[in-house]
């Protein structure tokens, strides 16, 4: 949670330095991702199963971010904003780190327990 509010701030720092109100904007994608997780943890009964969900979903999330914070970065350097574009890769790089230990921690154990559920 540390580094989604770190993120946050990042994102805030670049939107307020360009004149952009970060509380404008609410991004409907991301909702749409967070309210179908919800939906499917519903469905899924079993502990196991519901584990191996929920990475799913958050990896989900996480592929998302990675495009926004990617694209973003691309176009930061393409305006020459190598600061904006810097921090914008310090979250890209974060995201892709808890996605790898998502990635980890569903071959290791999740799965193969939802497997034999």
Known sequence: MR???IQKQRLSTILHKHGANPAAHTDQAM???ISETKKMLAMLTEDDL???GMIA???KLEHYEIA???TAAA???QLDLRD???MLHRSLD???QTDELLTQLAKREVNRDALAA
């Open 57 to 59: 979903s958050v990896q």
């Open 31 to 33: 909702q749409a991702l």
């Open 94 to 96: 974060e995201e892709k």
């Open 68 to 70: 926004a914070y990617g």
């Open 84 to 86: 904006e574009q810097k």
């Open 3 to 5: 580094k989604t509010e």
């Open 75 to 77: 176009l930061a350097g």
């Open 50 to 52: 519901r584990d191996a």
